[in-house]
């Protein structure tokens, strides 16, 4: 896979834009990417758009093709994005809370197969 480039939405020469920053869709960095999700699994994505003045969006991708999907459609040059490997983030050790959703009689089953 050929490195992606992308059109930006803002060029402002206060954020010192730069010929050799880190690209995150270099032709390295998509690669390891892709070896990760084949061997590890998911990605939990947060996309910061430059100048976007909100909240990161976060969203969770299953395939590689996808993530790829994702970056040509929805990001413009100079967002930030920041990437981790879901199976290694979430464990039941640090979860934030648990627990499962009772009926409307109040009931939440001790077992069950999820």
Not at 22 to 29: A, F, N, Q, Y
Not at 47 to 73: C, M, N, S, T
Request: with cysteine; charged share 35%; proline share 3%.
């Amino acid at each position: 896979m050929d490195e992606i480039r992308i059109q930006a939405r803002w060029r402002v020469t206060d954020d010192e834009w730069v010929k050799d920053g880190r690209k995150l869709t270099s032709v390295e960095r998509l690669d390891r990417i892709r070896k990760a999700m084949e061997s590890r699994g998911s990605i939990l994505v947060e996309h910061w758009r430059l100048r976007g003045g909100q909240a990161p969006a976060r969203l969770v991708i299953d395939e590689f093709e996808d993530f790829v999907e994702y970056i040509q459609k929805e990001v413009a040059g100079g967002d930030a994005v920041d990437i981790w490997l879901v199976h290694e983030l979430c464990t039941a050790e640090n979860r934030f809370e648990w627990g499962k959703v009772p009926d409307v009689d109040g009931y939440t089953p001790q077992r069950g197969a999820y």
